[in-house]
T-cell receptor
């Protein structure tokens, strides 16, 4: 089946630790996106990448880092510099010429 | 990108038609209007997209007046499973620039039995 996978679904980390969230897609989409969602809030863009080896900051990039070494993969690292990392993280992808972004199931990160 | 304004929440009963209106006064000529649906702890899902007049698919209808400064998502005969957050987005979503989309807080629709 084609789609976007995010792992793990739930993630717990101690404060001060870096953590990497996985996002993989087999849709052959060019662009990929990372969003953060807090309870009762909309989605806020963290980073996005339009092509391999290139990415741009979104609205809340501070404390996060990404890489795009392969078209299929766009991992997000939440660093210890992120003040409030506990949130629901969503990965999405899109291909040129199509109407929509396709979202993964999300990863809920809790920092203890 | 054009900013959108939509109600924070709406309530309905099963079997009723629900209309959610979104304002986008600064919509640009190339912008499309897109609606997504999100269930708790899931990623948003594309519902419908339009440019002008009316668009209908198996899930919903989208009504866009001639001035395109607003749009209305219509859900016919809602059921409990339609309880979700609905987002209205305006932008060049045809993917030609592979750029970014802006998701606001959306409208929380609650359907009651």
């Amino acid at each position: 089946d084609g789609g976007i996978t995010q792992s793990p679904k739930y993630l717990f980390r101690k404060e001060g630790q870096n953590v990497t969230l996985s996002c993989e897609q087999n849709l052959n989409h060019d662009a990929m996106y990372w969003y953060r969602q807090d309870p009762g809030q909309g989605l806020r863009l963290i980073y996005y990448s339009q092509i391999v080896n290139d990415f741009q900051k979104g609205d809340i990039a501070e404390g996060y880092s990404v890489s795009r070494e392969k078209k299929e993969s766009f991992p997000l690292t939440v660093t210890s510099a992120q003040k409030n990392p506990t949130a629901f993280y969503l990965c999405a992808s899109r291909v040129q010429g199509q109407d929509t972004q396709y979202f993964g199931p999300g990863t809920r990160l809790t920092v203890l | 990108l054009a900013k959108t304004t939509q109600p924070i929440s709406m309530d309905s009963y099963e079997g009723q038609e629900v209309n959610i209106t979104c304002s986008h006064n600064n919509i640009a000529t190339n912008d499309y209007i897109t609606w997504y649906q999100q269930f708790p702890s899931q990623g948003p899902r594309f519902i419908i997209q339009g440019y002008k007049t009316k668009v209908t698919n198996e899930v919903a209808s989208l009504f866009i007046p001639a001035d395109r400064k607003s749009s209305t998502l219509s859900l016919p005969r809602v059921s409990l499973s339609d309880t979700a957050v609905y987002y209205c987005l305006v932008g060049d979503d045809r993917g030609s620039t592979l750029g970014r989309l802006y998701f606001g807080r959306g409208t929380q629709l609650t359907v009651w039995p």
